[in-house]
């Protein structure tokens, strides 16, 4: 019988209390929007957001960095920090309760942990947990999919076809994209998840897909220069020289503000 | 010798744990915006923003208008949860030894805290705390400041001439107004700072005093107006009529969504 290392328990007590972490990674290639999300090892199709707790001597943003570092293997992502969700209901007790039923191996006498005594382990993970949102913009190209100790699997889905995920993981999405698409008029940040040069025909993409209506060429690139946050490289190498694209980039990488 | 009821103590645990709700609260008159401040009753000239905890059966949103409330005597205030601050090293430690350090009556043997027991019971005040930021936009015309059990005085201070507050409550200040600009553009909901019904005029004005700018009469209108959030009423009596600017206000109180 294998151990199994379910949640943390009581004496994982490093963390702050009722607070949690949870992260959207975003990912763009060819007009797709995806969300990296991981499946976790137990019975029952349970998909998650990557999310943990904080530690004690951690601050918020690095936590942030820490969770998406482990699920994409980039060491710095850009992120932005774009809700708080704070309802008094919301706490982990239906989904535990679940996964428990359906993993009865975990509290059975050869797994790691006894009946009573383990379940009281978990007491804490099961009260009212209030979540920060944060949202990364990853290059797809750069990201190696990780799962953790606790996934069976992790994956890109589509933003318009996301699995069900727990507690209320969907909607986060949601609100992490209508906070992403506020951004799309006033900063290039969005840029972060192109390679590292592209064309204006592929910010003009990703800016489509994203805000899901089409642009008019023209008043599209002019919009774009004029927030004056991109550099101009040489032209992209296509055979035929004078209709070449130029290539831009983001002068270096932007990360947010560390509050 | 009077009782001296000072901060809440380790029985009363009914709040999430290291979780505090910072409040900024915006009005305006005359070109001049402004923050409602409270002084604390202590001897040492500490400032605060209004600030409290979270009850364990209490949304987030909830405990933000509850401290505005109590501070506004407004029933619902216009609020926007604008960041979190979750540096590791943020605690009030510093701010509480110095109050005990300048109001030794608090621990002498006369006063309700008796002297190790009773910092006993703060020590958890003294905690790493994470910070939800909210802001608050009233008419300063129905605010009536009232001060808490905790406060000496309430006053409104000019956003330009605020007093030196605790930990990093200035900074708070600093971000909450940041982001009350970045609204500007989208939306129009920081006219909840003038009373019910305003010209055009007082909306510019508004704008101008925020961003620190002045703008073009036309233009300005105009763009108010393509936001498509006013009603227009009968124009406002000033004897000379056909001189009489519109009257215009917001459709209906508009709140934040709850998170």
Redesign the interface.
């Given at each position: 019988m294998t151990t199994i290392q379910p949640l943390p328990t009581l004496s994982e007590q490093n963390y702050?209390?009722?607070?949690t972490i949870d992260c959207v990674i975003f990912g763009y290639r060819d007009r797709q929007l995806s969300v990296l999300v991981p499946k976790l090892r137990y019975k029952g199709d349970f998909w998650a957001l990557p999310s943990w707790f904080?530690f004690?001597?951690?601050?918020?943003?690095?936590a942030a960095q820490r969770i998406i570092r482990s699920r994409t293997g980039i060491e710095e992502n850009y992120l932005e920090?774009f809700?708080?969700?704070?309802?008094?209901n919301r706490n982990g007790k239906a989904f535990l309760d679940q996964l428990i039923e359906l993993n009865s191996e975990l509290i059975g006498p050869n797994a790691t942990i006894s009946e009573g005594e383990g379940l009281r382990e978990y007491e804490w993970f099961t009260r009212?947990f209030?979540s920060?949102g944060y949202y990364a913009l990853v290059d797809m190209d750069r990201a190696i999919p990780r799962k953790s100790e606790l996934d069976q699997s992790i994956e890109w889905y589509d933003i318009k076809q996301l699995p069900p995920m727990i507690m209320d993981h969907n909607a986060i999405v949601t609100k992490a994209l209508k906070m992403l698409r506020?951004t799309l008029?006033?900063e290039l940040n969005v840029l972060n998840l192109l390679p590292e040069t592209f064309t204006m025909k592929e910010v003009q993409e990703l800016y489509e897909t994203i805000l899901n209506k089409p642009f008019e060429r023209g008043n599209f690139q002019k919009k774009i220069l004029s927030l004056n946050g991109l550099e101009r490289l040489e032209k992209k190498y296509t055979g035929a020289a004078n209709k070449a694209p130029y290539l831009y980039r983001l002068p270096k990488p932007t990360f947010c503000e560390?509050?």
């Open positions: 702050i209390q009722q607070l904080v004690q001597d951690e601050d918020i943003d690095e920090q809700q708080v969700t704070g309802k008094a009212r209030v920060i506020l008029d006033q560390v509050s």
